[in-house]
């Protein structure tokens, strides 16, 4: 078999694998790559390797493809369509290289791609549209091009003509995406939640959502402020639930964005109830939840080993004493984890109080993490004995994220 040189072009085509027979030759660090790939287009694979990694070995387990725990031997890739040489054998790589090459079987080869019949493009998926790249031999290259593209498709900024000029269509319903964004950075938003945004038409945001990210929004989107939106008669929560279903009946990509998680303490069960009323579709797209991402970004684990087995969130929007509190104080401060408390910055008082009334230690480390994941963050020590007069005394104002339990002190020294 003659060898390809370096520079010969390859062809570029997407293999139909479904119910066709792979044969994965060797089980290590290449088969572990690239078996998932092969098992999600339904590839008919049969691994031949005497031994494997402990994630192939899961993987035989877990998805019933046939693996012959032994080497390779000619007559191998009889009836195969595709071939993955990977084995730590070189005498053997270009024994099956040749009968690839008799059989006429597309074979790849881990160890010297310029024997093989065919490489393996660096490949890369958003919503629907595989990204593949070939820069001969030089993966790294082929990975950034290929990192280049599908960030551009999930951040927008290469995203189709139709997402990019309105997309509002003349009849018939819209659609609605209740989207998390995170805790403030406009980093954390998800993937999906940065391509849906990108493809939107209206965007309805809270205050607390990464506002850094409607700048990146084309001219033609209409932006709209939750807090500001009229309501008259209505609750506010039902005027942006009348929002949505107005929006999306006129044909618009709606995006609800929410900081933190939509499902927690965001109302965002009650949206997606009002529009399932209406018939309007909603996609959910969970977010990072500031409970855990802000005392993170402030150097503090909610749980860690020895310290705290268990962390528990807690509204504090309602004060102890108020009748309209759904919260057992008394059972919380049995606790013996961490509290991380939201929307407490106002009763933080009166919370630590009701703590060490129930048991609660006075001494217990207290942070206070304002503008989480920011550029603005800044953190504040206390304890509970002393965390209402710290908070008034530093100016705290919300959005803020209060943690009580020793897990406070377990990371370096807090600055600020």
Sequence with gaps: MAPHAPSESAYPVGLRLSGRRVVVLGAGQVAQRRLP??????ADVLLISPSATPSVEALAETCGFR???????DGDLDGAWYALISTDDPAANEAASAEAEARRVWAVRSDDADAATAWTPATGRSEGVTVA???GRDPRRSAAVRDAVVEGLRDGS?????YRAGTASSGGTGSVALVGGGPGDPDLITVRGRRLLAEADVVIADRLGPRDLLDELPPHVEVIDAAKIPYGR???QEAINNALVEHARAGKNVVRLKGGDPY????????VQALADQGIPCTVVPGISSTISVPAAAGIPVTHRGVAHEFTVVSGHVAPDDGRSLVDWAAVAKLRGTL??????????????ALVRHGRPAGTPVAVIQEGTTAAQRRVDATLATAGERVAAEGIRPPAVIVVGDVVTVGPEPRG
Excluded: K
């Design 158 to 162: 290469l995203a189709a003509p139709r």
């Design 340 to 353: 991380v408390l939201l929307m407490s910055v106002e009763n933080i008082g009166a919370i630590a109080a």
């Design 133 to 135: 790249v070939l820069t």
């Design 37 to 42: 790939a092969l098992l999600a287009a339904g």
């Design 234 to 236: 209505f609750m506010a």
């Design 67 to 73: 693996w012959e725990r032994r080497r390779y031997q």
């Design 264 to 271: 927690v303490f965001g109302r965002g069960m009650e949206e």
